[in-house]
Every structure is written in C-alpha cells, then in structure tokens.
C-alpha cells in the first residue's frame, strides 16, 4: 500500500497529557498537510511543510501544538497539555510539489480527550 | 472561516436517482475540487476543476464550475448505495500552499 498511513488510528488521553501523531506520507509527494476535523464540519488547515520546511501555520495552531518533518519524509504532530477542545479527527495529506493538486489523505487518527 | 457552503445539507435518494450537491465560495480560486468521504474512512479526491473550466466529467460524475456566481455543483448519476457518503467541495489557497479550505458538506443517503 502506497498510500499515506497514519498512527495511531485512535488515541484517547487524559486532559493535560501530551500526544504525538505520525503521519507518513506517499514517498514521492513533497507537500504534505495537516487538517482537524471535528463532527459535522469539513477539515480545517492546520499546517503545511514543503519538504522538511514548515511553511505556514493556520491561527488554529496555538502554541500548544508543535508539527515537524524531519529530512522531509514522515511527519509528526505534537499537542501539549491537551484539552477536551482538541478532540477531533486529525488528517494528514500530501501532494506533488505543483500549484493547484489533489492532495492524498491518510484516514485519520481520531484523538479523544477526557 | 470556511470557504465553502455545501448545499443541501443532507439528501436522501434511492438507489438509480441522481443527486446534484452544490457549493458556493467566496474569494476568487485557482480550482475547486470535490471529495469524498465514507463514515469511518478518509477523505478521497474525486475530481477536479480548474477556475477556466466551465464543466467536467468523471465517470458517473459531472461538475460544473461558475465562477461569476463562485458557484460549483457535483452531479452523480445512477446512485448507487456505494455512494452514501458525505461530498465536500474545497478550494486552495495559493497562500498556504494550496492549503485546502472545505465547506460543511453535504451527507448524501443512497437506499436500495
């Protein structure tokens, strides 16, 4: 399966515990994408890297959320100190390098805190 | 804020029918592109139009595109039960890296 590949799937934690999600993405793409998701609503952009670079981040990301992509393979999302506000799906998708391109989502880890 | 507005909300045929989604948007797009996404799975890209297409075809699927109006329709025709999901239409922002911004979606039930 070449596709983007998400860890875990599910994740229920404890408020104030910290959590780390993997995505990674399909090899050849070099953009890769994080959105939440939560009921009833579309995906909402988090952040985005170009190759290992973290290019933008949405005001959704407050400082308590950290993204990185080392060497600009896999990518992982952190959130500190989590809230029973940050329950969501999170999805990780990428795309080729070129303006305007499908991206490729992962299916999801949906995170839940109690 | 999101970008775009599916409507209807939900809809509900059987199973033969078409159904018609439609989206409008606010700022002007590079190109607007439809997903789909199965209760339980991820989202699945199922096409896209650029802003200097008017219509464009797919298999069972035709979109449209009016960008006088900033307006989109998905059009699928003999539904099938495969195709209860819900279909969110989303434009890039050239920004954030052609970030995507979707709308709510619409749910879209097929009963045999």
């Known amino acids: 399966d070449t596709g983007v590949s998400q860890d875990p799937r599910h994740k229920i934690t404890k408020r104030g515990q910290n959590v780390t999600f993997r995505c990674d993405p399909i090899?050849?793409?070099?953009?890769l994408y994080w959105y939440r998701q939560t009921l009833g609503q579309g995906p909402e952009f988090l952040t985005y890297?170009?190759?290992?670079?973290?290019?933008?981040k949405s005001r959704l990301l407050s400082d308590r959320f950290s993204a990185e992509r080392p060497k600009g393979s896999f990518s992982t999302l952190e959130i500190q100190r989590t809230e029973q506000g940050d329950s969501a799906m999170y999805l990780c998708?990428?795309?080729?390098?070129?303006?305007?391109?499908?991206?490729?989502f992962g299916p999801g880890t949906r995170l839940t805190v109690t | 804020s999101q970008q775009g507005e599916e409507d209807p909300q939900a809809l509900s045929i059987q199973e033969g029918e078409n159904a018609t989604m439609n989206c409008s948007y606010k700022?002007?797009?590079?190109?607007l592109q439809w997903y789909r996404q199965n209760s339980g799975r991820g989202l699945v890209h199922l096409i896209l139009?650029?802003?200097?297409?008017r219509e464009k075809h797919s298999g069972r699927l035709r979109v449209t595109l009016d960008t006088s109006k900033k307006s989109s329709s998905l059009l699928i025709t003999a539904s099938r039960a495969a195709d209860t999901a819900s279909y969110f239409c989303?434009?890039?922002?050239?920004?954030?890296?052609?970030?995507?911004?979707f709308g709510k979606g619409t749910s879209l039930l097929v009963t045999p």
């Open positions: 139009i650029r802003s200097n297409e």
């Open positions: 998708a990428s795309s080729r390098n070129l303006g305007g391109n499908e991206q490729y």
């Open positions: 700022t002007s797009i590079n190109n």
């Open positions: 989303a434009t890039d922002d050239s920004n954030s890296g052609y970030a995507l911004n």
């Open positions: 890297f170009q190759n290992e670079a973290q290019l933008e």
């Open positions: 090899s050849e793409h070099n953009r």
